[in-house]
């Protein structure tokens, strides 16, 4: 019964660091096939989930070409308010986004003006 432990440890101890390997691996390519896109404009609408947190918002480019994008988590000082503003203003902001599903996805906004 002993040598039975002996002989088990050292292969599920193999087997295990594998295992983990392989899925450390899995997440560091998922990570890289994001590919982020970026495009300016100007804010057109904004939905917001609270006063402090946007939902999504539309930006139209130099070309027409309108842009619908989701947020997901906190973008720093562009809460609904400040987006607003520059949506009233007529202020340029960059958008760095990533497309899943169809969907565009916002990474990071930047003041362009």
């Not at 590919?35 to 404009?41: A, F, Q, T, W």
Request: aromatic share 12%.
């Amino acid at each position: 019964m002993n040598n039975f432990k002996i002989r088990f440890f050292p292969k599920f101890f193999f087997i295990t660091t594998l295992l983990v390997m392989y899925s450390s691996f899995a997440c560091d390519s998922e990570n890289e096939n994001k590919i982020m896109n970026e495009v300016s404009g100007y804010v057109v609408d904004v939905e917001s989930l609270s006063l402090k947190q946007l939902k999504s918002f539309e930006l139209i480019d130099q070309n027409d070409s309108k842009f619908i994008f989701i947020v997901q988590g906190d973008l720093g000082k562009f809460s609904p308010s400040h987006m607003r503003e520059h949506m009233l203003l007529g202020e340029s902001v960059i958008v760095i986004y990533r497309t899943e599903n169809g969907i565009n996805i916002v990474e990071s906004v930047n003041d362009l003006d």
